[in-house]
């Protein structure tokens, strides 16, 4: 007997999601990245695998790969300071490539930020006692006894401290702006600064990175005739649209909260 599509054996409905996705829907911030410096293509699949499904306060990982210490000085000056945490490899096109390149990203580019854990193949070619006492890193450890449970110890304790440091230099910067710009708040580029450091300094009390905008129905304050919203400072990617009308960013979500903040 062929059953048809009308002969259930119960009569229990199920109920889709709006969207017709059952999967739960993860909200996640901007990705820790994650520099991997080596000149063995097994070590960065391996690390990759060992931390691929590692979320750490709601943010995954985003791998960055170099394979050689020249290699890592280009990536370091296309990321800068957004390098959360560089694995690095201390024997690569030299016996101390890795050490150089400690030194370029501390003394030469003056990234205080970054966590900088060596990995060596050769421990006894450099004693870890000596290495941590003459060069700013953060841990030195042997490929060997990096299993995959202390490298996740590792990580998550290095972009805590990461996240430490970038929250005191936000706000050390805020700071600096809004007191540079108190003196002559009223000069155009003074209210530029100010409105910076106010950003800078929110981003920074409430853990956010230094990132947001600040505008007003000021357009007398940038000579400009209408009483349209403005943007009068802003830090991170909106730092491009001050003195420029809200409505350039093409963010209807900016948009809308900005026009109900002025409704009160």
């Known amino acids: 007997m062929v059953k048809s599509a009308m002969d259930y054996d119960n009569d229990e ?3 889709l999601d709006d969207d017709g996705s059952t999967e739960e829907q993860v909200h996640l911030g901007k990705d820790w990245n994650i520099l991997i410096v080596d000149d063995d293509e097994e070590i960065h699949t391996v690390t990759r695998l060992a931390l691929a499904d590692l979320i750490v ?7 960055v790969h170099a394979y050689s210490a020249k290699q890592a000085k280009e990536v370091l000056h296309e990321y800068g300071n957004t390098i959360a945490i560089i694995l690095l490899d201390v024997v690569m096109e030299t016996d101390d490539a890795g050490f150089e390149v400690v030194k370029y990203i501390r003394e ?6 970054p ?7 050769q421990p006894g070619y450099a004693p870890e006692e000596q290495v941590i006492k003459v060069y700013d890193i953060n841990d030195y450890k042997t490929k060997t006894e990096l299993t995959r449970a202390k490298l996740l110890t590792t990580i998550i304790s290095s972009l805590r401290s990461y996240q430490q440091i970038v929250t005191i230099s936000q706000s050390r910067a805020g700071l600096e702006k809004i007191i540079t710009s108190s003196a002559n708040l009223f000069e155009e580029h003074s209210v530029k600064a100010f409105c910076e450091g106010v950003v800078t300094q929110i981003s920074s009390l409430i853990g956010l990175d230094s990132e947001g905008l600040l505008c007003a129905r ?23 649209f001050i003195n420029k009308p809200v409505e350039d960013i093409h963010n209807e979500e900016i948009s809308d909260n900005i026009s109900r903040c002025l409704r009160f």
Do not use: C, P, Q
């Not at 306060?57 to 791998?63: I, M, S």
């Open 13 to 15: 409905l199920i109920f």
């Open 57 to 63: 306060n709601d943010r995954k990982l985003n791998f």
């Open 108 to 113: 030469d580019m003056h990234l205080l930020e």
């Open 115 to 121: 966590r900088i854990i060596l990995r060596t193949g």
């Open 218 to 240: 000021a357009g007398s304050l940038i000579d400009r005739e209408d009483e349209d919203v403005y943007v009068l400072g802003a830090a991170g990617e909106y730092a491009r």
